[in-house]
């Protein structure tokens, strides 16, 4: 047997060594860089070693064939760990504990100021108090909440290609 599994992690190593006796490499050296053939009685032993050569490669991928598949389970496992990662760090986001009445005030900071009036208000559904009510449910109903949010809305009936605001009322 040429691998083993080592008993504490299950990995293979190598229970024997490839080694060639510095004969057979001179030999080997010497028919691979010229165009001579072997000799008859060198053949039986150039055989073998071309055997044992094949052997210990075929071990050698199905070791690395063996490691390539631990590899992409440990791959997966590491993405679906960095996936609860991930959610872990949603899940602990400061924002989340940030009380209403704060979120309200930050909200509200939102609004254009008195002397924007119409120019920004509510132009674009893209932007305050609407974006705002599409973050999550808790931000919807905080955003709903604010009256002064919803006081000044812009519809520009006029232009055909400014987004609808309705459809999205109806999704609130």
Request: charged share 25%; net charge negative; aromatic share 6%.
């Amino acid at each position: 047997m040429l691998f083993s599994r080592c008993s504490e992690c299950g990995s293979l190593k190598s229970s024997e060594s490839f080694d060639q006796t510095p004969t057979s490499l001179q030999l080997h050296q010497k028919l691979a860089e010229t165009n001579e053939p072997p000799e008859d009685a060198e053949l039986a032993g150039l055989r073998a070693r071309a055997s044992t050569t094949s052997t210990f490669l075929s071990a050698l991928e199905e070791g690395i064939a063996e490691l390539e598949d631990r590899l992409k389970q440990l791959h997966s496992e590491r993405a679906a760990l960095k996936a609860l990662q991930e959610e872990y760090s949603t899940i602990l986001s400061p924002i989340r504990r940030v009380p209403p009445e704060i979120l309200a005030e930050i909200f509200s900071w939102t609004l254009p100021r008195p002397d924007e009036g119409f120019a920004l208000a509510g132009k674009k559904t893209r932007h305050s108090p609407w974006i705002l009510g599409h973050i999550c449910s808790r931000w919807r109903a905080i955003a709903l909440s604010i009256h002064s949010l919803w006081s000044l809305i812009h519809v520009d009936a006029d232009n055909p290609t400014s987004m609808d605001p309705l459809p999205m009322l109806q999704t609130q």
